[in-house]
């Protein structure tokens, strides 16, 4: 019976959304069930559906709103957000655009128009010469746990093999550019050289985590994506915030606006909206998160049953352009910080990434409450999580609080100004001295807050462990 409505659920999905697909009449349809048999289901004959048409003919039906409707009936995923939904409709649009446009966009890396040339590069160095792509990209933003990054995975895996196309982490593509700059150090224009090189790489860049909080990444965005842009470049990209809110409050916000113009022009904007919190549905696990003050003991005892018979020790990381991170203890890729070894001292997201590129464990002591006190160590410390997240690491600490006592004192402008608004009869002395009014951090903190959750889930768990298993120990 299961299997019968699984079928029937098939066939719903498909004519839901028929209107993306051309479909051939259907023809002597026949449809048995056989009770008797244990795998029944709807069975089709032969005849009974001519060829599905996709957009790029192969006569298969594709794109990212078919796979995650296969997910749904697969029950890999949860069914009736219909949030999700709409947003899968636009994925689905734009898939269904770029296989369309695919010779005009130059997607084939194979095909001669899309090869890069000496003689391209001087033609577009010294002539004045636009290609700007017929296709518009997409912006989804919302809240955290809504499913960005899932969606925005589940639109990549789709593409053609062949496709110049990457899917890769703002704060990494970000490292990649000021790499790349370093490298075209001396030249008159050197983010021109840095859009050529970028655009000939990947004409469909898909960036996950959009967020832009250092004034230096600021002013390069506006100069970066106009040069990105007219090479033909199509963004797809997931955030926290609209692009109406990026960088809100930042200095010298007026020299980014004109980059907020430019994504809004050359990308449709959607809002994802939703009131789950997908990570938040993982089942909880206990023994990597443990919460109150001097347990160091404990924690180095958890420490040593996960690295067992291996001597751990001091060691160092490289990271990029030559710096090197050195780690206190480390053994069989667990590595061991005090707090304030990580997240108090001149460390960013290079160094994290190098840190994690050798380690997929983090053993961290002591993490604070935050607020006004140690707003720089918060900013690290949401960095941390982020790249640990992406990277798919472990993380085994201990904490003066559980992930939303950590950061409850981080608030946004409107936050604070709900909580404690000034009047006449409100003394100072009843404000808390330790509120930090942050709307980066204030924005940051529920994706921080929904991530230590999920990373200390079963699930989360688990999917470590098969990494891990599948990598060699450092």
Known sequence: MRLLLLSLRRVTLFSRHRRYYTVAP????????????????????????STFSSPDGDG??????????????AGELLDGDLCQLGTLRE??????????????????????SAKPTKSNWFWKKFVSHSSVSPVKGLYLYGGVGTGKTMLMDLF?????????????????????????????????DPLEVVGLEIADEAILLCLDEFMVNDVADA???????????????????TSNRAPDNLYEGGLQRDLFLPFISTLKERCVVREIGSSVDYRKLTSAEEGFYFIGKDISGLLKQKFQLLVGDQSAGPQVVEVVMGRKLEVPLAADGC?????????????????????????????LEGVPIFGLHNRTAAYRFVTLVDVMYETKARLLCTAEGSPLELLERIVTISDAQQIAPRTSSRS????????????????????????????NSKEYLEQHSRMSDEQPSS
Not at 60 to 73: D, F, M, S
Not at 338 to 363: I, M, Q, S, V, W
Request: aromatic content about 10%; charged content about 25%; some cysteine.
């Open 335 to 363: 590595s061991y910080f005090l707090f304030e070894e990580l997240c108090d001292r001149p460390l960013g997201a290079a160094d994290y990434l190098g840190l994690f590129k050798k380690f997929h464990t983090l053993a």
């Open 60 to 73: 298969k039906i594709a794109g990212p709103l078919v796979e995650y409707e296969r997910r749904i009936v």
């Open 26 to 49: 259907i023809q002597n349809c026949l449809i048995s069930i056989n009770p008797s048999s244990p795998s029944s289901s709807l069975v089709f004959s032969a005849s009974s559906f």
């Open 91 to 112: 994925l689905q649009r734009l898939y269904d655009e770029l296989v369309q446009s695919a010779d005009a966009c130059r997607l084939d890396r194979y095909s001669a």
């Open 156 to 188: 990549f895996h789709q593409l053609p093999a062949s496709w110049r196309a990457q899917r890769i982490h703002f704060h990494n593509f970000m490292l990649s550019v000021h790499s790349r700059l370093q490298k075209h150090k001396g030249l008159e």
């Open 219 to 237: 002013l390069i965005l506006n100069r970066l994506f106009r040069h990105l842009f007219s090479n033909g470049i199509v963004l797809v990209a």
């Open 428 to 455: 100072r002395k009843s404000d808390d001295p330790d509120l930090c009014v942050d709307n980066e951090l204030g924005f940051a903190k529920d994706r921080t807050i929904s991530r230590l959750t999920e990373m």
